[in-house]
């Protein structure tokens, strides 16, 4: 079985491409790098052992998907190709919005071309808005507070779209919450090359001495300690998810959408405080005015995905910590 990876020497694809691989399937990688660099692809080799194919290209680009597909006889494709920043999306909507969406759409139309029609899509948490109760199931309305998030609702729907025209297709819809940590061998991770806008690769660099130190957005919220709360999943777990998706849409046609998050909440400053006990390290804090569109907490109920995928997560708050430091000294060191 060749599965054809977007984005995939991103954060979350470069772990899924492990999973994948480790798991039997062949993968072909499609990436821009506009956001990764090209020597994951030799990582995602040393890891595994095994050869990956690699063509850089955007998914924009009707004629390159067309070239990959005629070349290669793709049986499902994974599509984590595209922007993530929320703020970005806030002050360039447009970009969001022309990436996101048209790389979508692009792929999707040769994927119908060549008649491959089974996709797992990464979509994110950010679709239920701020919830009305949680734990969040994959029932509870959606919505979305920035353009990012906007996009991947488009998508949900486009895709809904898509099924409802033709029920040869076959789509899993993977909305993530909060990935972190990397592969226990330190060999890929999450390594953004700007300041980062998340909490686990912000506090990373302030362990690195990188930055001076981390901002808490906030510790008046509604949560156990008044900072904010989210259900972190380690990023292994997360890939690991995906096999499982794919091993539905190739048995079954159909969409559905799934939560991939553990169902545990951490508030900011546990996860500072779990941080710097297992890597024996300083994290410098301070607490800071809230940050804009932030929700006092998300995690999820994680049964549907369970029930229906067979996912269940294996690490615990310490490996996320651990794994993600062990790959920053790493990476460090490296160059
Ligand atoms: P990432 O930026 O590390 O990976 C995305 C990859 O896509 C990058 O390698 C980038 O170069 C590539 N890319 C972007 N646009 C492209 C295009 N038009 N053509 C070809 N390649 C393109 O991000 P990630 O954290 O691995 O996220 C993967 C997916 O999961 C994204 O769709 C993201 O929106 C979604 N997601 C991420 C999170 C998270 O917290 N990391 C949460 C929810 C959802
Ligand atoms: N936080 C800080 N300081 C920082 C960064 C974050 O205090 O420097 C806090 C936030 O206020 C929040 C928590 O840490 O309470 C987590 O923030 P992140 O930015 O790491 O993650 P978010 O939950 O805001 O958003 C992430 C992704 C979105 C995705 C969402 C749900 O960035 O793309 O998870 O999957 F939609």
Redesign the pocket.
């Given at each position: 079985m060749k599965i054809l990876v977007?984005?995939?020497?991103?954060?979350?694809?470069s772990h899924t491409c492990v999973e994948l691989i480790e798991s039997g399937y062949e993968v072909v990688i499609?990436?821009?790098?506009?956001?990764?660099k090209i020597e994951v692809v030799e990582r995602i080799k040393e890891i595994t052992g095994k050869d990956v194919k690699f063509y850089e290209?955007?998914?924009?680009d009707k004629s390159f998907l067309i070239k990959i597909f005629s070349k290669e006889k793709i049986d499902a494709v994974i599509h984590?190709?595209?922007?993530?920043a929320v703020g970005e999306s806030v002050s360039n909507p447009l970009k969001y919005y022309r990436?996101?969406l048209d790389?979508t759409i692009t792929l999707l139309e040769v994927m119908n071309e060549f008649n491959c029609k089974k996709l797992v899509f990464?979509?994110?948490?950010?679709v239920y808005g701020k919830p009305k109760s949680l734990p969040i199931k994959e029932t509870f309305p959606l919505s979305t507070t920035n353009p990012?998030g906007t996009t991947?609702l488009i998508i949900e729907g486009i895709l809904r779209d898509l099924y409802n025209s033709d029920n040869n297709w076959s789509i899993a819809i993977l909305r993530?919450f909060?990935?972190i940590g990397a592969h226990k061998s330190g060999l890929i991770g999450?390594n953004p090359n700007d300041i980062p806008n998340?909490l686990m690769p912000y506090i990373v660099k302030v362990a690195s001495k990188e930055l001076e130190c981390l901002n808490i957005f906030g510790n008046d919220y509604n949560t156990k300690d008044g900072t904010g709360v989210r259900d972190y999943i380690h990023v292994v777990d997360l890939a690991k998810g995906h096999i499982k998706a794919i091993e539905k849409i190739l048995n079954e046609n159909g969409i559905d959408a799934y939560n991939l998050g553990t169902g545990n909440g951490y508030s900011v400053l546990e996860i500072v405080n779990a941080f710097q006990k297992v890597n024996n390290v300083k994290v410098n804090y301070k607490i800071v005015e809230r940050r804009k569109g932030d929700i006092d907490a998300c995690y999820a109920d994680p049964s549907y995905a369970k029930e229906k995928l067979g996912f269940k997560t294996k690490y615990g708050i310490e490996d996320m910590c651990i794994d993600a430091y062990n790959f920053a000294k790493k990476f460090k060191e490296d160059n």
């Open positions: 977007t984005g995939g020497t991103g954060y979350i694809g499609i990436d821009n790098l506009s956001n990764s290209g955007d998914c924009i984590f190709a595209g922007f993530k990436n996101n790389s990464s979509s994110s948490a950010t990012y991947k993530y909060n990935p999450e998340n």
